[in-house]
């Protein structure tokens, strides 16, 4: 009856020592896993502070062209529109 015991005990003993062991595997991959959480954000706010600036650059470049293609067209229509004056004011005379 005693071994029986003993070897329950034993027993028991081997299965509290096998869980402190997974125990300490599982704390381990934990920090590895925070460890990893880490580097994505620091990978996403890298990545999210570079797509803020590339709309910015974007949105200078299409302000620019705007910008050029209004001055041309504005320019174009003041010397059409000089030349009708012109055209009408020959008309007229």
């Known amino acids: 009856m005693e071994k029986q015991i003993l ?42 502070t570079s797509q803020t600036e590339d709309v910015v650059a974007l949105l200078k470049l299409i302000n620019k062209k705007t910008d050029d293609d209004f001055h041309y067209l504005n320019n174009r229509i003041t010397q059409n529109d000089k030349r009708l004056f012109i055209l009408e004011n020959r008309e007229n005379k």
Request: aromatic share 0%.
């Open 7 to 48: 070897n329950v005990l034993l027993e028991v003993q081997k299965n509290i020592n096998d869980l402190q062991k997974d125990m300490n595997t599982l704390q381990k991959d934990m920090k590895d896993v925070k460890s990893d959480v880490v580097d994505i954000k620091g990978t996403v706010n890298r990545i999210e």
